[in-house]
């Protein structure tokens, strides 16, 4: 898993900052290679608080236009796109960070109205674009999959039930009633005095919502299948099926709902919208599907636009479609003619990112299925640039202007940094590259079942196996200082090897654990990251024989990263833990900070931590020293 940024830091915040603005790098973990100095840790400085300055990223799962600006669910944050020039669109705006993903949003007038998971429904106001503040909320409702606004009423879908919310104060939304269906609602419509719910199982439930305090079921379209979302415009519902069928509905009586005609073969159908007499359904892993209901009696499919991810919902303004694809962000689809639809642009921040490395005031994420991603770490979601690799990219090391993605299955692709990012050579190692460190002319790569294999870079366009060391059980982490590399192996524990000769690596020290994902290594000290078994310390001064010194327990412990004498633990979906490691016999930890997602990584640089989160995306704080007698006030949050 290899989460970690090669560097040991400064420990005074102004001239760690001083250090980045100036593009200064301070000596990296990929520089601690073979025939480098050794460092040494700092276990007298005070440990570090963290103070979040800036998100990015995450899964895009819904999409709504209003004038020249889309709304677009990034991850736990909602941000504001200038849409005014499809072909070139611009940030213009991000809300705060929720603590669960935007799962739907509807806007009205100067609000976004949020369907958030867990975190309820969020109420934003968006008159001033370039701010969207949050206004008002209420988790009344429960846990939100989708929400529709009319009027000053919010309906909200939760489980088996459609909450109606007034919002007529967007400050103070009150929960005024429930109506409780037969099956779970996923989607919801609301036209006139009608919301139309799609519950699973049970069809389309046609709720009278004329006094939204009284919701009562008045009707149903019940056919065979999974309901998943519903369209409604005037007379006409269009509702789609996981089983992937898509049907067209007569609604002049909403009551009494009307079959008009069928599509099938829209496999994964999730979400789906219309425009004029094209339907367009978010197909998931399937892309999206766009559908001519110009003769509703026989809906017929015209194209398929494949998803980069997954296709979860899209929306049409004017010619073009912008389809939420999940970990690849915001997608534009030019449909001037609906059989031949074209990308055109996309907005396509770390939307699954696995790790993190950060150096010389940037920060480069890998991002799974969405390779590699580089953005200032002063602000990450403003000026990425972008690189898809052709396998999972899980980790990440930047040497000067190179950068090295263990990819997976693909292997470890070496890219030119320099500008836009480009792929300049690849070895394919045996099994699943899942870390890799660099040091001198060699790259040294944790490759799972294959164990640790040596790269010789010295020719990047050209870089050749030349040695490895098959470790007992599965290679997941790497950490390269000075001649010796230290493999996180899961069950076969913390192997110690001898690369002194790159082409004959030698194991010369074991220390003997269970769940053994990540390392890092500061001085005589090697830090490991054990999952349940939390963060373990073990003196490495005399490698042939590593000692326990200590340990702290930990639910999740995914990575680590050690600056001076705090080391932070990406926890899962514990969030980052910091720990005071000043003695190794007793760590204790600081601050457990929430974070939406997965906590999987973690690296930082001069005053800079970043930490990735999977679904939750790229959180960027700064280290604030902490003294020792400020301690006692600090808001500890154990496991």
Known sequence: MAKKPRFLFVTILITGL?????????????????????????????????????????????????????????GAALTVLDVSNPTALTVVGRSVQFTDSIQGIAVSG????????????????????????????TTAVGTSWDVAVAGNFAYVVNGTRLRVVDVSNPANPVLVDTYTGPDDAWGVAVAGDYAFVAASFDGVRVVDISNPSNPVEVGDYSPVGQAQDVFVNGNLMVVVFASGALHTVDVTDPENPAGIGTLTGLSNAWRVTVSGNTAFVAGMDHGLRIVDITNLAAPTLVATVPSFAYTWAATVSGPHAFVADSWAGLQVIDIVTPSAPVRVEAYRPPGNPRDVFVTGGEVYSANGAEGL?????????????????????????????????ADGEAGVRIVDVSGVPAEIGFVDTPDWAGAVAVGGRY????????????IDVFTPTQPVEIGFWDTPDDARDV?????????????????????????????????????????????????LA????????????????????????????????VAGSTAYVANGWGGITSVDVSNPASPLPIQTINTPGDTVGVGGEAGWLAVVNGDGGLWVY?????????????PLILR
Do not use: C
Request: avoid cysteine.
């Open 373 to 405: 991603s580089i953005a200032p770490i002063t602000n990450p979601g403003e000026g990425m640039k972008v690189l898809d690799t052709p396998g999972w990219a899980e980790a990440v090391t930047v040497v000067g202007q190179v950068a090295y993605v």
């Open 530 to 561: 054990r999952w349940n078994n939390g963060l373990t310390i073990v003196d490495v001064s005399d490698p042939a024989n590593p000692v326990e010194l200590g340990g702290l327990l930990l639910p999740y412990a995914q990575d680590v990263y």
């Open 443 to 454: 790259a040294f790569v944790a490759d799972g079942l294959a164990g640790l294999r040596v």
């Open 479 to 527: 950490f390269l200082q000075g001649n010796t590399a230290f493999v996180a192996d899961a069950f076969g524990g913390l192997r110690i090897v001898d690369v002194s000769v790159p082409s004959l690596p030698v194991e010369i020290g074991v220390y003997a654990a269970e769940n053994v994902d990540a390392v890092f290594v500061n001085g005589t000290r090697a830090y």
């Open 18 to 74: 001083i250090l980045v603005f100036t593009g200064k790098g301070l000596l990296s973990k990929a520089q601690i290679g073979v025939d480098a100095p050794v460092p040494s840790e700092k276990v007298g400085e005070a440990p570090y608080f963290l103070t979040l300055m800036s998100q990015a990223g995450g899964p895009t799962f819904d999409v709504v236009i209003s004038g020249i600006y889309a709304y677009v669910g990034e």
């Open 110 to 137: 100067n609000y976004a109205y949020l369907a958030v998971g867990k975190a309820g429904l969020r109420v934003i106001e968006v008159s001033d674009p370039a701010h969207p503040v949050e206004v008002g909320f």
């Open 622 to 634: 700064l280290f604030e020293e902490i003294l020792f007698d400020q301690r006692l006030y600090l």
